[in-house]
């Protein structure tokens, strides 16, 4: 399996000749998803989701599907009927030749004020998992955590926690548009040092075979 680190919280995993494509949000390059033959949404949040890129995605290539929560589901299926499937916590569906298993439920807490948004991570191929906005801990070993490093909702005490609860053979980080180049040798530095794990960065564009 390739993976193409892109901008943000997105990712291209490449096996097989197929593509799968999770969180082109707005923050991402505006050509993220295209080309691909499945996409995977973690949740609404407007930096994983982004109604006119898939749009033009899916209309570029008409085989393409999407797998994700009701709340993004509904925005989009109605132009797309048999192309969008909702899923949630605990379903297992196969996408693009990628067997993919879904975990969690909620948005991390941003504030006690902001009412939590529905959020699923995916585990795909029993090996990478991209939790989305929220640190959920599959039930599953897992190799490649796609590390959100730097958000609204969360600190590098939690980043460090979660890394160490899911125990991965190595954690690439992601949520990073937020984080300045000023700053990122001290994540590198603390989440290499304590998450007990190896830890490591991509510039959007770069690749790695897992």
Known sequence: MKLTKKSHACI??????????VDPGGFTEPDAALGADAVLVTHEHPDHFDEGRLRVALEASPGAEIWTLRSVAEKISAAFPGRVHTVGHGDTFTAAGFDVQVHGELHAVIHPDIPRVTNIGFLVDGALFHPGDALTVPDHPVETLMLPVMAPWNKISEVIDYVREVKPRRAID????LLTDLARPIYDRQIGGLGGTDHGRLTPGDTAEL
């Open 174 to 177: 992601i949520h990073d548009a």
């Open 12 to 21: 291209r995993l490449e096996k097989g000749g197929r593509t799968l494509v």
